[in-house]
């Protein structure tokens, strides 16, 4: 444990209170949900009354995070995108988490707009509507015209959210320090994900970022007519208020009112998703979250797209990863795509890779039969990331979120076209991952970045070389070996030898009865004329054993073999 964690855990006491008294009923839910007692169902309810009990286990965490507030509510769809973390079904269950919290009165919209920008709010809106058209846990969205006659959205920060925030994550924070030494989380990384989690936040909580995104994107498809980026006013946005273009279009509703209204669903479907393709292949920088919710289509089946706050970004390394993932897939290589997880991922201690190639070969034989025609590529990926948490391997989050954008995004384009294929807008990207793994400047860079890093070992090399033989000439060359299964057996060892000097000591004390006795402490005549120091020695010696034997125990039999 971190003593440092408990300072901050006591200081928000509080909401740690809150926090314990909400998990506390849904966990006394969750553990006596297969017994079905009535009067447990009259106790235990969400606040719209219906027992908890009828909800299944992933429902009832989404519940919590739910009742838990926006920053959970936060972690909860950041977590819906890492499926190697907490499997399929829970990720599935957590994209259905609902930020919508009570708006704010325009009072408090007006005076942070007015706090923001500097000027009353009517020297920079011509109209700006007081009923918002949504409200989440960041902020809410209103209406506005600007004084040149554009029409915009405007997205304006809860205020406190950010001190909320901040209080939440300092108690997760303390919360993962602690469960970083447990054996059952360690794995998971739990500080390492709270800093995630921390970073996403900080961002999501700062609006410029979503500017700089729009910009991004914006520029990326200038000339692609397909698709339409908001524009955004820089001049406008803080760090706590967005003005962005309001687009006007037709959300993902029934195929047949889209069709009434002049759509081609089939080739809408086909465009969106070589988009978003073009995101990740080609630019490295694609949209994290592209549910139905998150597209507009425009006149002349242009796709609007909004909602930039959540987006991924690939260094070319990983897009070469997650490439030769995908090719494994397609070209039934198992050998491949084992070697390509065990590499992207981080593999915990003692993991059976022999057991993960075995699976691996029997997911890419099953998939392999299929046709491309059939092949369903989100099942595949399904299925894949099951057997990666299967095995505890914990994927780089950027991967993570990229295996869930494509998932998400054949499922979108199915409820425009049922036989939409992912597989079938890949095929153009297959060849041209081949013919850029093969081209001459491809070559031509990795030969570059060899030789810089040759370089810098022909550099640095001598002088530690050198360095290294002049300590040992001097004498003052040290040898340092840190091994972590040495530090548990010298403290056996240290209280192994306590344990029978004390044992000696006592038992010479009692043999000489050695005062003081016990004479004066008990009636018991087989007692009295004990030393009292050697029964106290005999009892810290005998605890100190126990203590021992139980250490011994959790690590292996006492003939050394592992449990």
Avoid: C
């Amino acid at each position: 444990m971190q003593l440092s964690s408990i300072p901050q855990l006591y200081r928000n006491a509080t909401r740690l209170t809150d926090i314990a008294t909400i998990l506390s009923r849904y966990g006394l839910a969750d553990l006596l949900a297969p017994f079905k007692l009535d009067v447990f169902d009259r106790i235990l309810r969400d606040r719209q009354g219906t027992p908890l009990q009828s909800y299944s286990r992933e429902e009832r965490i989404r519940l919590v995070l739910t009742e838990l507030g926006p920053t959970f509510i936060k972690i909860g769809q950041v977590l819906s995108t890492r499926p190697d973390l907490i499997g399929q079904a829970m990720a599935e269950e957590l994209k259905k988490l609902q930020s919508n919290v009570p708006a704010d009165p325009f009072t408090q919209v007006r005076k942070t707009v007015e706090e923001e920008m500097k000027n009353p709010i009517e020297e920079t809106f011509e109209r700006f509507e007081e009923t918002p058209l949504a409200s989440a846990s960041i902020g809410q969205v209103h209406l506005a015209t600007l004084l040149s006659g554009e029409e915009v959205v405007v997205k304006v920060q809860h205020p406190g959210i950010q001190s909320k925030i901040k209080e939440d994550l300092e108690i997760l924070g303390s919360l993962a320090a602690l469960a970083e030494n447990l054996e059952e989380f360690k794995n998971y990384q739990p500080v390492a994900l709270v800093e995630e989690f921390r970073r996403t936040l900080e961002r999501e909580l700062d609006f410029t970022w979503e500017l700089r995104n729009l910009l991004v994107f914006q520029r990326n498809f200038a000339k692609d007519e397909r698709v339409h980026i908001p524009h955004v006013y820089p001049k406008l946005t803080t760090q706590r208020v967005l003005v962005m273009e309001r687009l006007r279009g037709a959300s993902l509703k029934s195929q047949e009112q889209l069709k009434e209204e002049g759509f081609d669903l089939v080739q809408i479907a086909a465009d969106g998703a070589d988009i978003f393709l073009k995101m990740i292949f080609t630019f490295g920088t694609f949209h994290a979250d592209p549910h139905p919710g998150n597209f507009l289509l425009l006149p002349n089946n242009v796709i609007g797209l909004i909602d930039f706050g959540m987006v991924g970004r690939l260094s070319e390394e990983m897009r070469e990863d997650i490439e030769n993932m995908l090719l494994s897939i397609v070209t039934h290589d198992a050998q491949r795509l084992s070697d390509s997880i065990v590499r992207l991922g981080s593999v915990p201690v003692g993991v059976d890779i022999p057991a993960l190639r075995t699976d691996v070969s029997d997911f890419v034989s099953f998939y392999g039969a299929q046709s491309l025609d059939q092949l369903d590529i989100s099942a595949a990926l399904t299925e894949m990331m099951e057997i990666i948490r299967r095995h505890q391997v914990v994927l780089p989050p950027q991967i993570g979120m990229l295996i869930k954008v494509l998932i998400t995004l054949e499922g979108t384009s199915r409820l425009l076209n049922p036989n939409f294929n992912l597989i079938e807008v890949l095929r153009p990207y297959q060849k041209d991952m081949i013919e850029r793994r093969l081209s001459p400047k491809r070559q031509m860079r990795r030969l570059v970045r060899l030789y810089d890093e040759l370089a810098r070992i022909a550099d640095v090399l001598p002088k530690q070389v050198l360095h290294t033989l002049e300590q040992m000439q001097a004498g003052k060359f040290k040898l340092r070996i840190h091994h972590g299964g040495f530090q548990a057996s010298v403290n056996r060892l240290a209280i192994g030898m306590i344990a029978s000097a004390l044992f000696m000591g006592s038992s010479l004390l009692l043999s000489f009865k050695v005062p003081p006795l016990m004479n004066s402490l008990t009636k018991f005549r087989a007692l009295q004329d004990l030393s009292v120091l050697g029964v106290l020695g005999m009892l810290v010696s005998f605890f100190l054993s126990i203590k021992l034997l139980r250490a011994i125990g959790r690590a292996g039999h006492l003939d050394g073999s592992e449990e």
